[in-house]
């Protein structure tokens, strides 16, 4: 079995850490560090033992996250949370889905539904009717039993990698696309662009059924035997996680001084040492601060398709997993 992206990374870099790393051997996924002192932390995944307890919950939860950095003044996007069916008729709430499509009528279509406590842009769908609201919503309702009704934001969509007060990596999150050659049908392209991922090491599966794909394509005219013309970009999705096949543009070396201290601030007033500070910002990460808007706050940064994106990355990720191990002592 495939081992978790950080796994074998931490136990190159344990040596160089001053640490010794034990490595669950049946899945690969969770391990204990062993400090010079003989003290013991864990890990699973990427949640390492860095945050507390509760203040990585309270991240998980994107609905409580929201209003304490509301109360807090950062600029949250918004939206309410809602209800799976079978979970409003247990907690006898009435914000079920047909509560939550009058609201989305409310904000005015397009809106975003997304689950409350998924990661990695599973179930985010923009939604411009009711047909694709109720397609949207029933689909996370099976994974998730809360759902988030946002307002759609415009901007560059970034993430910020925030650990112990400095900055670890910035970049710009693009969604899942395609280039055309003249000859291949879109569908051909998706399956070229998970070929590639193979070739890179890069474990995003493209679902290349998504009816969110099939919906997007549709509102342009398009769908998968569609035959774009050589260097045509069609996008296919419209949220931009790159979990979901979009791309990242590192951005580390450009990040304003404004940009630096506020993730850095955001993350401390969340109780965190370790965060992915996701923004929406109108302009550039690289100029003073204008107007954006909090995505969200991550306690458990996936970075994995982010180190694939060439050298460069995979050195700020090596880096950055060294600090971890070091943070881990403190």
């Known amino acids: 079995m495939k081992q978790a992206f950080a796994t074998p990374i931490l136990a190159r870099l344990a040596r ?130 809360v759902f988030l009704v946002q307002r759609v934001v415009s901007g560059r969509d970034y993430r910020v990698v925030v650990l112990d007060g400095k900055v670890m990596s910035a970049y710009e999150r693009l969604p899942l696309q395609v280039v055309g050659d003249g000859k291949a049908t879109i569908a051909k392209l998706l399956s070229r662009k998970q070929k590639q991922f193979r070739r890179e090491g890069r474990d995003t599966v493209i679902k290349q059924m998504d009816f969110r794909i099939s919906n997007h394509l549709r509102r342009q005219g398009l769908s998968r035997r569609s035959v774009p013309a050589r260097g045509e970009v069609v996008t296919l999705l419209d949220n931009r996680n790159l979990s979901s096949g979009g791309d990242a543009v590192d951005v580390t070396g450009q990040i304003h001084p404004s940009f630096r201290r506020l993730c850095v601030r955001m993350t401390r007033d969340m109780g965190l040492r370790y965060s992915g500070v996701d923004l929406m910002v109108e302009g550039k990460l690289s100029e003073p601060i204008n107007r954006f808007f909090v995505i969200e706050v991550n306690a458990a940064p996936g970075i994995d398709n982010y180190a694939h994106g060439g050298k460069k990355q995979r050195r700020i990720v090596d880096q950055m997993y060294l600090k971890v191990l070091r943070a881990l002592a403190k």
């Open 16 to 145: 160089r850490a001053g640490v010794k790393v034990n490595i669950e051997p049946q899945f690969g996924y969770a391990g204990q560090v062993v400090l010079p002192d003989g003290r013991k932390k864990y890990f699973r995944g990427t949640n390492f033992d860095l945050n507390g307890l509760g203040a990585s919950e309270i991240a998980k939860d994107k609905d409580y996250a929201n209003f304490f950095l509301a109360s807090m003044g950062y600029p949250v996007i918004k939206g309410r949370a809602f209800f799976s069916p079978d979970w409003a008729r247990i907690i006898r709430n009435r914000r079920t889905i047909g509560a939550a499509h009058a609201y989305a009528k409310q904000l005015g279509f397009p809106v975003i539904v997304k689950p409350n406590s998924l990661s990695q842009g599973s179930g985010v769908a923009k939604v411009h009717n009711r047909a694709e609201f109720f397609q949207a919503v029933r689909a996370i309702c099976k994974k998730d039993r």
